[in-house]
């Protein structure tokens, strides 16, 4: 069955810098749009960064352009987010997901209903 498992998640001091992995499992992965989400308790799901099939198009929002890079290894069936420079704010619930579409609008792909499938989330949590 389909299955995405995040991992590397943890505590960091704010500056400091966090990848999260997301292994994809059960289907095509390379044949999937992947997403970056976070969520405080809450609060709505937020989008976080997405990138298509073949890692040539990618959208970020605005509060982490610039300090996070989100890339994918489809031969490992592999996905990542690497966070840099974090901050305070930047504590939450990490979620990847994945949906088989990509859209030319970055408001359209940011949207959570978009996604078939979600990783049950890792934890970041950054202290002041």
């Known amino acids: 069955q389909v299955q995405l498992v995040e991992s590397g998640g943890g505590l960091v001091q704010a500056g400091g810098s966090l990848r999260l992995s997301c292994a994809a499992s059960?289907?095509?992965?390379?044949?999937?749009?992947m997403a970056w989400f976070r969520q405080v308790p809450g609060e709505d799901r937020l989008f976080v960064a997405a990138?298509?099939?073949?890692?040539?198009?990618?959208y970020y929002a605005d509060s982490v352009k610039g300090r996070f890079t989100i890339s994918r290894d489809n031969a490992k069936n592999a996905g990542y987010l690497q966070m840099n420079s974090l901050k305070s704010e930047d504590t939450a619930v990490y979620y990847c997901a994945v949906e088989g579409t990509w859209s030319l609008s970055a408001t359209n792909q940011a949207m959570p209903s978009r996604y078939e499938h979600w990783g049950q989330g890792t934890q970041v949590t950054v202290s002041p």
């Open positions: 990138i298509n099939w073949s890692g040539g198009d990618v």
């Open positions: 059960g289907f095509t992965f390379s044949r999937y749009t």
